[in-house]
């Protein structure tokens, strides 16, 4: 086994934890498997990509599209993957609105919800075959050239910029949740939401602040995914799999749990397709999801469940 | 004026289904009143519904001037309305000054520090540990810091569910020791017991539920030989609203 896999399993992993870490919030507040989240992820490459449309000529005509240093891309991106990340909040704030949010204050059940948000991700990932057609679409077109990174690995700039991002974003994320007030209401309310209440916590504030962050991390993975591979209406579908197969491994409702689970799944999928054959690739987070569901239900870090 | 006013309040988990039948209760300013009855009268269901944890299914709760029927809980702690659920009523997840610190949210910035000091100095067993979380803590401990964490916030009424249920006598009469030095602070307290003797020792007034509906609101000594009360809970006597 060469020692590459170590490093295609780390950027495979970021894609995967920064998603599950979107998921693991929302499962931990609002308390349902979110099946519309892999459509987040595709939803904000997607947004990104059209203002980075939009952006690109406009750059280009002011004589500075062209790409940053050693990277496959110009000021565009950085600053559209922002403008896509407000979309996507906007996105899922809405969809809370006018169908979880309704559905929760009219009390049903969890099961109720995940089957809502079954059918919300159908219409999500149609609605961008229909809008985008289901042909793939990439952020740039420049090739990148991996280069030796030690230990006889290679990887392009692009590459490790994303993993080097994930990093910045997951401990931040930490931080903010450990220590700041807001990340002290998540957990409150993570634990018993009808005591956050009691307690004088506004829940609904608590919501949308998670929906918050599990959209701009899902926007960021979308994009991370769709520059290092490509972008497709079914990608976010793609990845569901992996989501919650890494979301489950760390233990539902912990941050740093999901991050670890993402390149756990991101190493193991690196190394089927290196030893067993890259058919086989999608199949690993099945198989790591039924795993931990009989060995470990509740995860690395779960503390519930 | 009452600080606290039901009037023909209904309250239950499904539309169609009164746990809380048309109650009307005036408390006023200052006043300690307990709450009695037998297992499942809907005496937690009722103190829940004023906090807006279980639905008003009808008639209307007022704070002082403000309608509060159905107003979100936290709307309501903010208020100056503070509850104790009967379980559950810390977050175990979290240390003791965690627990502290959500609640001293609802004061303005400059008091929170001075108001916790004053909280943790009158509980001197959280004081000593406010880093542990309080799911370690014993029985008794947790009423302690369920309390503190209500008083944090300087409610204008404190209402408490069995704060003395599950614990050993002699918790049972620190809980209480506390509630006397609560109600000398003047705090407005409403107490649901299955502790008789010592809620009515501890309160001027008694609200008696039977079946979701008031069955007796009077001064405490009227209840205190426990025959008229023992009569209440078996239900051969009705409405006797001496207030
Ligand atoms: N979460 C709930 N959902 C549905 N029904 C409930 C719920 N909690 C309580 N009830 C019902 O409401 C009725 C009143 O219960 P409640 O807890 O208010 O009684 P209580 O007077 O506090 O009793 P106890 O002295 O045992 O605490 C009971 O019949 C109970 O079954
Ligand atoms: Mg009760």
Partial sequence: MSPQVLIDGIIAGSTIGLGAIGLTLTYSILRFANFTHGDFLAWGAYLTLTVSGFLGGLLAGLGIGDPLGPFSFGWGLPVSLLAGMALTVLLTLGLDKVLFGRLRRRGADAIIIVMASFGASMALRSLLEFIFTANPAYFTRELQIAQKIGMGMRATPDQMLTVGLTAVLVIALHVFVTRSSTGRAMRAVSENPGLAGVYGLDVQQVIRVTWIIGAALACVAGVMSGLLVQIRPYMGFDLLLPLFAAAILGGIGSIPGAMLGGLIIGLAEAVTVQVVGAEWRAGVAFVVLVLVLILRPSGLFGRRV | ?243
Avoid: W
């Avoid at chain 2, 369920?146 to 404190?158: D, G, I, K």
């Avoid at chain 2, 001064?219 to 006797?240: I, N």
């Fill in chain 2, 1 to 243: 004026m009452s600080l606290l006013r039901l009037r023909d309040f209904s309250a239950g988990y499904e539309t169609d289904l009164p746990i809380v039948k048309h109650v009307d209760m005036d408390i006023s300013r200052g006043e300690a009143v307990c709450i009695l009855g037998p297992n499942g009268a809907g005496k937690s269901t009722l103190i829940k519904a004023i906090a807006g944890q279980v639905r008003c299914l009808g008639g209307s709760v007022h704070l002082a001037d403000d309608d509060i029927t159905n107003a979100p809980s936290h709307a309501l702690a903010r208020r100056g309305l503070g509850f104790v659920p009967q379980t559950e009523n810390i977050f175990t997840q979290m240390t003791i000054r965690e627990n502290m610190q959500i609640a001293a949210e609802l004061l303005p910035k400059a008091r929170r520090a001075d108001q916790m000091q004053r909280l943790f100095d009158m509980f001197p067993d959280l004081k000593a540990r406010p880093n542990t979380l309080a799911g370690a803590l014993s029985g008794g401990q947790r009423q302690m810091l369920a309390a503190a964490r209500a008083l944090l916030t300087v409610p204008e009424v404190l209402i408490l569910d069995e704060p003395s249920a599950g614990l050993s006598p002699k918790l049972v009469g620190q809980v209480f020791e506390t509630l006397r030095q609560i109600r000398a602070a003047g705090v407005t307290l409403v107490l649901v017991e299955q502790n008789v003797r010592a809620a009515l020792d501890l309160t001027e007034r008694a609200v008696v539920l039977v079946d979701g509906r008031l069955a007796h609101d009077g001064p405490t000594d009227v209840l205190r030989d426990g025959k008229l009360l023992g009569e209440l809970f078996l239900g051969s006597r009705h409405a006797e609203v001496v207030a």
